[in-house]
């Protein structure tokens, strides 16, 4: 891990479940266990699983200008966000290209936390603040576990008053087990679940106490590559892993364009006026690819890399694959060619896997995200 220069107190505890800490954004990350990953998988569709997710970017910004900063620097309208309320957000490039995602928690009047993934937006940010009335905090005393599945919120309703009218993208100031922290109703699993911020001094206590106290609700430690399956199934795209900084174009710059990715709608409505803005509207309706699913024959889980084929040529290239125990399907998110993302196109898959499959709508599972939203 010779980039790592960032440091999770739970290491130790990782250790012990048989992680050897694989670095991502930085921090020696729980990649795996020794324990089968499609248990994780499992207990967070079916109960609930906790992960330390601590390896996100977790930054503080505060003053008068905050709100104008991040006006410009994202998707969306952020005066309509108030203290607890929260909203995902794009980050676009000049050339209205796609470089980061977020999630924007709005804390006061004059300050937000965002929650950066692994592209330059915390970057970008930080230059952006130079000679504004803004403070910015990188913030790795914070810890956050996230507390996925569909028993998450019957465990914390024995211990947090209120959690079940918490709706989602809101967070909350709360206790836990005695320590302070902040509740946020997001995940990145497609399941109802919940992200603990606390301080790292009670990040260890707040770890074993659910641990313990939730092993009547089946909860257990998830490592983060349990991810990649739930991801799959929920269309949750993890940069830069979908992206062309990862399957370049031939004489062009990484890229992509968020009408390309499906996540236009990160733009809220009516708002015109951002970082990128002018070329992301005049790029509508000139997509180089389209993000669309991949359902396979058989029982196996296709690798990234591996190619789609139909009329006789390469028309696309997965980025992601898993095989559901709980399904039994075997399923992809993929880059397709223009014209070929469309429910139930024949396809070959090639690379790793051999077999037939079809071009599926995402996300597989939950499409109508009823069980990430559902109220009570």
Not at 68 to 78: G, V
Request: negative net charge; contains cysteine; glycine residues 10%.
């Amino acid at each position: 891990m010779a980039n790592s220069w960032r440091f999770s107190v739970l290491a130790d505890r990782h250790k012990a479940l048989g992680s050897k800490l694989e670095d991502w954004n930085g921090m020696g990350t729980a990649w795996t266990y020794d324990s089968d990953i499609n248990l994780s998988h499992k207990a967070i569709r079916t109960q609930a699983g906790l992960m330390d997710v601590s390896g996100l970017k977790k930054v503080h910004y505060v003053g008068p200008h905050a709100e104008s900063l991040l006006e410009y620097a994202t998707t969306r309208d952020i005066t309509k966000l108030y203290p607890g309320k929260s909203v995902y957000a794009s980050m676009l490039n000049e050339a209205g290209k796609f470089v980061d995602d977020c999630i924007i928690y709005r804390t006061g009047p004059n300050a937000f936390m965002v929650v950066h993934g692994t592209g330059i937006g915390y970057e970008m940010l930080v230059r952006a603040s130079e000679g504004r009335q803004v403070a910015v905090l990188f913030d790795d005393d914070l810890h956050d576990l996230s507390l996925q599945g569909p028993l998450a919120v019957d465990f914390l309703a024995e211990h947090v008053e209120g959690i079940r009218d918490l709706p989602y993208f809101h967070h909350l100031q709360t206790r836990l087990f005695g320590c302070p922290v902040m509740i946020s109703r997001t995940g990145y699993t497609g399941e109802r679940g919940y992200e603990i911020f606390c301080k790292a001094g009670d990040a260890g206590l707040i770890w074993d106490s659910i641990l313990e106290k939730g092993k009547s609700f089946g909860i257990i430690p998830c490592a983060f590559s349990a991810l990649d399956m739930l991801r799959v199934e929920s269309y949750l795209l993890f940069f830069p892993y979908d992206n062309s900084e990862m399957y370049p174009f031939a004489d062009e710059s990484a890229g992509d364009t968020l009408w390309e990715l499906g996540l236009d709608f990160t733009v809220s409505k009516e708002k015109t006026e951002f970082r990128g803005c002018y070329e992301h509207f005049r790029l509508k309706g000139k997509e180089r690819f389209n993000i669309f699913g991949v359902l396979l024959e058989g029982d196996l889980a296709p690798q990234e890399g591996d190619t789609l084929w139909a009329d006789g040529k390469q028309v696309g290239v997965i980025t992601g694959g898993m095989y559901s125990q709980l399904t039994k399907k075997s399923m992809a998110i993929a880059r397709y060619d223009v014209g070929y993302a469309v429910q139930g196109k024949a396809l070959e898959v090639k690379g790793s896997l051999n077999v037939s499959a079809i071009a599926h709508s995402l996300p597989f599972d939950d499409p109508d995200k009823k069980k990430r939203t559902v109220k009570g």
